[in-house]
């Protein structure tokens, strides 16, 4: 007598990971949870620039790696955005995007969608497609 379920598969519950986003300001790149998501939640990074397609990639490293960059925690503790300062990584992305006047006490910034590649553990963000905004500065107020 043939089983009940012969033929039936189990569905995967593997959970869509959304939007990446990248988010750059003249002092730091922000990258949302669906990029440490999509990435797997690597500790570090290694952040890649392709000059003539002006694309700026992201892929898992070693804490090792030369240019290895500490990114994410472990999915259970990582909460919110991921923010790099790392003035030699900013600079090197903030140079793809022009970023608009801001009014007083806010901070200009471009932000742009990735494409994730999960099997390959890397994300893809293209500065062509960057949108400006402006938006509140954080942070203690400047004294008067």
């Known amino acids: 007598m043939a ?27 922000r990258f949302n949870k669906a990029t ?3 990435l797997g939640y690597p500790a570090y990074v290694k952040v890649l ?6 694309q700026i990639a992201l892929t898992p490293a070693t804490a090792k790696g030369e240019n290895s960059v500490k990114f994410s925690k472990s999915e ?3 909460t919110s955005s991921i923010s790099l ?16 006047e ?3 006490g806010e901070v200009a910034f471009e932000s742009v969608n990735g494409t994730a590649y999960v099997d390959d553990k890397t ?3 293209d500065a062509d497609n960057a949108k400006s905004g402006t938006m509140k500065r954080r942070g203690r107020k400047k004294a008067a």
């Not at 593997?14 to 750059?24: D, E, L, Q, S, W």
């Not at 620039?49 to 002006?54: F, G």
């Not at 300062?85 to 608009?100: E, H, M, N, P, S």
């Open 3 to 29: 089983s009940l379920l012969q033929g039936f598969e189990e569905v995967r519950l593997v959970k869509p990971v959304g939007k990446t986003m990248m988010t750059v300001t003249d002092s730091l790149v």
């Open 36 to 38: 440490a998501a999509a």
């Open 49 to 54: 620039i392709n000059d003539k397609t002006r």
């Open 76 to 78: 259970d503790k990582q």
């Open 85 to 100: 300062k790392d003035a030699a990584l900013v600079d090197a992305i903030r140079q793809y995007f022009t970023f608009g």
């Open 102 to 104: 801001a009014p007083e």
């Open 123 to 125: 994300v893809i963000f």
